[in-house]
């Protein structure tokens, strides 16, 4: 690991602590924000550092090591001895993820140790990182996964409260509705209220649904992203969006002049504003292209400096400064949020990362790869051995299934 990695660490740890002590600017938010999208594995470990109890007994165990010892046996696997020769090391991701583990739980041990103890003031203590009731042992885990974070950016992980009130975001409730979906409901009784936003995030291998305090229902796809008002109080609605997320929006009208509100999705460098429609957007950084299609009403998206209407049944591609209007395949491109995967002449490529996706897992191609294409459909509910041995049965790919990591062969070649 190099100084720049060592230094990249130690960055996104101090970032990380910043958070859980709700210190983090917009700015630096977004630093993180955008940490955790480059890959799941950063996304997973943030869970588990955000997670007071497993921080806890980590914090204990530094305390029972032999740290002079410690140092000692790192240095020397590190290789940053001035009398060891300096080695080359391979740019494992797993390094990189326990470095910034092991940066993170010794920031938060100083942090613990020489500063919440040394005050007894409760103001001083940073805010609690989840509100709301733990489930209780032995609850059988939510099917959706997703972390929901608030205004103030602390942070609810989803599948693990209780149905039923959650949060209060100034006039608007939040609730996690047993049917596993998240919902706003603003009350106008509470006089006025200042918008804020929230964001909900799903990892990968998670999906989840919610319901803005306008009506309008959104399906967030694995490894997304979604930035939204709790509140729309303007003539216009916009969220963000990262990722695959399915939209039905609802008419809404502006409380001031009473006309049609739009409702706008910003997804990477373009807008998508609905005219009364259902759609489906994909941009996954992985994929190199944003993908818009229409499954009822019409879609206006704008993208340098040009707008296109999008009819039902039509989609719009954009792939780096062009885009193109194709007939779209709708039960393909909602697939996922019917619980399918459906592949049309659907490159390997493009099949291993949503693979990845969803499964969790990491892909590496050990040679260079014939240009293959699939077709078929199979339930998401099926293992990713049974996926795959399906995607073998073409006689042009083998895979090796090792822990996380899905290694991909010609068929020739095992």
Request: aromatic share 8%.
């Amino acid at each position: 690991m190099n100084e720049q990695q060592v230094g990249k660490a130690s960055h996104i740890a101090s970032l990380i602590i910043r958070r859980m002590q709700n210190k983090l600017t917009d700015d630096e938010w977004a630093e993180l924000e955008a940490w955790l999208q480059e890959d799941g594995e950063n996304y997973l470990l943030y869970e588990e550092l955000i997670d007071q109890e497993k921080l806890g007994a980590a914090l204990d165990d530094l305390h029972a090591i032999d740290h002079d010892l410690a140092y000692e046996r790192l240095s020397q696997k590190l290789s940053l001895t001035t009398a060891a020769p300096r080695r080359v090391y391979p740019k494992s991701p797993k390094i990189w993820w326990y470095m910034v583990a092991a940066l993170v739980v010794l920031i938060a041990g100083v942090f613990f140790y020489f500063n919440i103890n040394t005050h007894n003031d409760p103001s001083k203590m940073p805010a609690p990182l989840v509100t709301a009731q733990q489930k209780s042992p032995g609850t059988s885990p939510d099917s959706q996964k997703a972390i929901l974070i608030l205004a103030d950016n602390t942070t609810i992980a989803l599948d693990a409260v209780n149905n039923g009130s959650i949060a209060q975001q100034g006039n608007s409730q939040v609730l996690k509705k047993s049917s596993g979906e998240l919902q706003y409901s603003f009350s106008k009784s509470a006089g006025e209220f200042e918008t804020g936003y929230n964001t909900i995030q799903t990892p990968r291998g998670g999906e989840y649904q919610v319901v803005l305090d306008d009506g309008t229902r959104i399906w967030l796809n694995a490894a997304s992203t979604l930035r939204f008002p709790v509140h729309f109080n303007g003539d216009e609605r916009r969220v963000t969006l990262t990722g695959e997320a399915y939209f039905e929006v609802a008419s809404s009208q502006s409380p001031a002049t009473g006309q049609k509100r739009t409702f706008i999705v910003r997804v990477n460098d373009m807008d998508v504003q609905a005219i009364g429609t259902a759609f489906n957007i994909t941009a996954y950084k992985e994929d190199k292209l944003t993908q818009t299609t229409v499954v009822e009403g019409l879609v206006k998206v704008s993208t340098n400096n040009q707008d296109q209407l999008l009819p039902p049944g039509k989609k719009m591609v954009v792939q780096d400064s062009s885009f193109t209007v194709e007939d779209a395949d709708i039960k393909q491109e909602i697939a996922w949020k019917n619980g399918q995967f459906v592949f049309r002449n659907t490159s390997l490529e493009a099949v291993m990362n949503e693979l990845a996706r969803w499964y969790n897992v990491d892909v590496v191609y050990k040679e260079p790869m014939p240009s293959l294409h699939f077709s078929g459909e199979i339930q998401r509910q099926a293992t990713i051995d049974r996926v795959l041995e399906m995607l073998e049965l073409t006689g042009g790919v083998r895979f090796n299934v090792k822990g996380r990591i899905v290694q991909v062969y010609q068929a020739e070649s095992l």
